[in-house]
């Protein structure tokens, strides 16, 4: 059953810190397949909502997965700590950016930047992986109601609840 | 693109150097995904993940084989998705060897290490392989070329006509068209699954006898799995002076290895690359190559180093084993008599490993050993300097294995071990088939704790 409190105030500020980001669905045949997003921000008009950036043309097959279904994962990881968290959920919808979330797209990539040049990757890199034209952006708006720890180890996997939000 | 030919094209994103997306489905369509801190290439047609964690991939997949990869290429940047089917787990073997090697350098480069332990090797089969569109970088400027690298050395090892050419003719290669500075070749003893220094270059000391049991570090478990093991990045577990540091400290072999000779290999290699070389299915030895720069193998420098040691293996088998003509400098003439006045250089010997000590300094052991106590009690005792290898193999004295005797890489080994020692006594070629003991004083054989001469 899908619980708005499993999106504590502490996992949205975690997942909007301008993590890595990659975004799943499935094509209803039993094919999961993914893209890396562009950016994340809590939805202002949906409680426990995130509104997730990507750019349309790479995101072709997972967004006739979210079509299909509405059911998403979403894997946000902090580069130089590892820890990493899974979000689930099954409403999601793909909607045309509005203003904030077009303003998004150069913080995120900026700060994607100083993280990943702690682990080596050159700025270049960085901003070739995460480039996207503003008219290519699309929106995956959804709640999630279930949230894993992913961190590398052996409570990798374990389902995180509002006592424990983070892994 | 098609997955036979692409997956060939696209081993740089397969290095592990960044993480890719792995996105799986449960039974009930619901989707899962996760980061893959490993993956790697098979053939053109597979791959393989690491299995470290029992996780909700690892219940996905089992239960739908069907899979999504999200990887990039380390250097452009370019995103390819692979749609890919999963076979089997390997637990031991080659494939599994290779993947848990490479793992402990991504490990030690991302700060896991302790954290990732390789429970199975995943394999996948590729079934379809799509370029995401988006903005890449140009490709970097290119390596030298390996192909002229390889075809360059292969005509310089195909003329070679004494073991003793060849190794060298090798190492000139690796150095001269390969760009590698820290090479070793270790020869194995199956009969003792150990692998000894014939020859090296880039260190000190050639650390010619130093010994390393099957199974450990890179050249060890190249060996023993009879797989080529690459590491990009720094993995001290498999560094070859650390592990052999820690088989002596673990005691169990400290008796039986060789402990007195100094070994060679980086303090801490950033690249570890060795590659076993065969002669049919006999292991005759491993080459491993080393670099203080990360990433200095790439899988294209392992298939040509793979290529350079499937003819450098029956090359080295049919020298060995025929006493063909010896391609050295002609015979020099003989050495001047050792200096009669100058004190004797003690030489003992101790019979129940074979060890030598010069001047109680210990210098080698194990049929090496045994062969130059055979050789200084022949020149003590009837005047010989000389003495042919056709001779030498028959000679029960000198404890060769029956088999395989690999006594011509013994002799190289021997004689780059004295030169190491600068001794006053050396093995030097003698013209066809045959060496000679050059002394320039005079010895003293002593047999264990008692003077034999």
Partial sequence: MPSPAILTPE????????LSIHIAASDGGGQATLVRGLGCRADPAVAGGLRLLAARPQAEPVLRGIAAD?????????PETHRTVQLKARDARV????????????????TLVTRLACVGTPEPF?????ACPPDELIVVCATPDEVFGQTPGPLAGERLDAAHPLP | MSPLRGVDTLRSCLEGILPAGLATCA????????????????????VALSFQFFNKTRENILANPHATVLMMDPDTATRYRLSIRYLRTETAGPLFERMKATLAGIASHTGMAGVFRLRGADVYRVLAIEAVPGRSLPPPEARAPLLPALRRSVDALSGCRSL?????????????????????????????????????RGYASSGAGAEIPYGVGVIGVAARERTPIRIIFPAAEYAYSRAIREQLEGGALADRLEAGIPLPGLPDPSSQLAVPVHAGDRLMAVLYVESDQQYRFNYDMEDALVALCAMLGPCMCALQSEALEDDAAPATPAQPPPDASAPPLRVRYFAQDGSVFLDDAYLIKGVAGSILWTLLQDHQTLGRCEFSKREMRLDSRLRLPEVVDNLDARLILLSRRLADRQADLRIEKAGRGRIRLALTRPVSLIAGGTQAA
């Fill in chain 2, 164 to 200: 003793e050419h060849l190794i060298d003719t090798l190492a000139l290669c690796l150095e001269r068209h390969f760009g590698i500075a820290h090479q070793m070749l270790l020869m194995a003893d199956a009969l003792r699954q150990r692998l000894y220094i014939v020859a090296s």
């Fill in chain 1, 95 to 110: 909607l045309a950016p509005d203003d904030d979330d077009t303003a998004l797209l150069a913080p995120y990539t900026d």
């Fill in chain 1, 70 to 78: 509405g059911r998403v994962a979403v894997v946000f990881s902090e």
């Fill in chain 1, 11 to 18: 996992l949205v500020r975690f997942v909007t810190s301008h």
């Fill in chain 1, 126 to 130: 960085v901003r070739a992986l995460l």
């Fill in chain 2, 27 to 46: 039974p009930d369509g619901t989707p899962n995904v996760t980061y893959v801190s490993q993956l790697m290439y098979v053939d053109p047609e597979h």
